[in-house]
């Protein structure tokens, strides 16, 4: 009897999932593959602020699912609206229902807004192609509008990676442009970076003050309106651009599938198999809470999906075919955050120095991407889209 196999996602969890089980599976034909996603492309998501800068940097990192499965796999373009796990379904916006006999939930998260008033309706996000170019858009205008006199101010809420990046990209695009531009990054907590090293704290610091950027860290934004951000109890900021990249939450869809999950942020409880509470479905990416040994589940990063998603697609395969699953345990290599053109390293797998920047670390993060670029397509593609990374 033929097994369904279906994978929901095209990030790093999903197209990685599908480059492992195409692997694992070889040409058998007693298993059929569908991968479902809204978008006909897999985005090579943590280098997509680079389009803040440049738009024509999606060309090296939007890349069509074609490039990446095989043609034996089917591919749907749909929004998954949500999953029957008695029936077996996945129910799509435009197309029929799809049936499985085994699912990989892969869908990723959306950006969480924690109720503060206002941000939903004036804030812009970075979760998508969509987002980096209308941020570039937004910025661009609001630059022709300003003057040296009345510069446009451009205020980034949330300074984990995703933030520092973006301000990173907009100080590259108003040196590039001479453009009148003052950029506020600001964070509740009370570091760039927060809850890392401190060393890394202070080197990220260190690059954002040198390109300009005006860093306000320990004071919650508590409320958005179309022209001020309104910060702890007393201060304020007027802007011309808001981008919010504080936090992530599950998906929609997700929020009344019948599984174990966050009742916060509808993320689903996964094992270390990947495997939730219903044998056939699967959680991976930022979609699950993978429990990992000690007290808290596997990070929701780039790197962890990367890692996970050569497991989980073997483990489809396994379960496809009645054998046992494989658990994963994920290994920290290090981190690497670019601010514009600079770039920090810190506490990388084999490396003799803890914190590093200049030319080693700006190499290192875009051999990384370049790496993921090699795995999921070929190593021309990789090539090409170097020297954009």
């Excluded at 109720?115 to 570039?136: C, M, P, Q, V």
């Excluded at 509008?145 to 933030?163: E, F, K, M, R, W």
Aim: with cysteine.
């Amino acid at each position: 009897m033929t097994e369904n196999v279906v994978v929901l996602g095209a990030g790093y969890a999903g197209a990685g999932a599908i480059k492992s089980l195409e692997d694992e599976l070889d040409g058998e034909t007693d298993v059929d593959v569908t991968w479902v996603s809204e978008t006909d492309y897999h985005l090579v998501l943590h280098e997509s602020h680079r389009c803040i800068r440049d738009p024509s940097v999606q060309e090296n990192i939007a890349i069509p699912v074609h490039e990446i499965k095989q043609p034996s796999t089917e591919f749907i373009q749909d929004e998954v609206v949500g999953i029957d796990t008695d029936a077996q379904e996945v129910n799509l916006a435009d197309s029929d229902t799809v049936e499985y006999d085994y699912l990989l939930v892969g869908l990723g998260s959306q950006t969480a807004f924690f109720g503060i008033e206002g941000l939903e309706e004036y804030a812009l996000t970075l979760k998508s192609l969509d987002d980096a170019l209308d941020i570039h858009d937004k910025i661009q205008q609001a630059a022709r509008d300003a003057s040296t006199n009345d510069p446009a101010q451009v205020v980034i809420g949330g300074a984990g990676l995703s933030g520092i990046q973006t301000a990173g990209e907009v100080a590259e695009f108003r040196d590039e442009h001479n453009a009148p531009i003052d950029i506020h990054l600001v964070e509740g907590l009370d570091q760039v970076l927060p809850n890392s090293d401190p060393e890394l704290q202070g080197a990220l610091r260190k690059r954002l003050e040198a390109a300009d950027v005006n860093i306000k860290c320990g004071e919650f934004i508590g409320e958005v309106d179309e022209e001020t951000v309104y910060i702890g109890d007393e201060d304020e900021l007027d802007y011309d651009v808001l981008v919010w990249t504080g936090g992530i939450t599950g998906r929609d869809c997700m929020q009344d599938v019948d599984l174990d999950k966050d009742e916060r942020n509808h993320r689903v409880h996964a094992e270390g198999n990947f495997q939730t509470e219903d044998d056939h479905v699967f959680a991976i990416g930022d979609s699950a809470l993978i429990d990992q040994p000690g007290d808290q589940p596997a990070p929701p990063t780039a790197q962890a999906a990367w890692q996970a998603a050569e497991v989980a697609g073997e483990n489809l395969a396994r379960a496809a075919r009645g054998q046992p699953l494989k658990t994963w345990t994920h290994k920290d290599k290090g981190t690497v955050v670019s601010v514009g053109e600079k770039a920090v390293a810190h506490d990388v797998v084999n490396m003799p120095i803890e914190t590093f920047g200049g030319l080693p670390a700006k190499l290192l993060k875009k051999a990384i991407a370049a790496r993921w670029i090699n795995d999921v397509t070929s190593v021309g593609r990789a090539a090409k889209a170097w020297p954009d990374m």
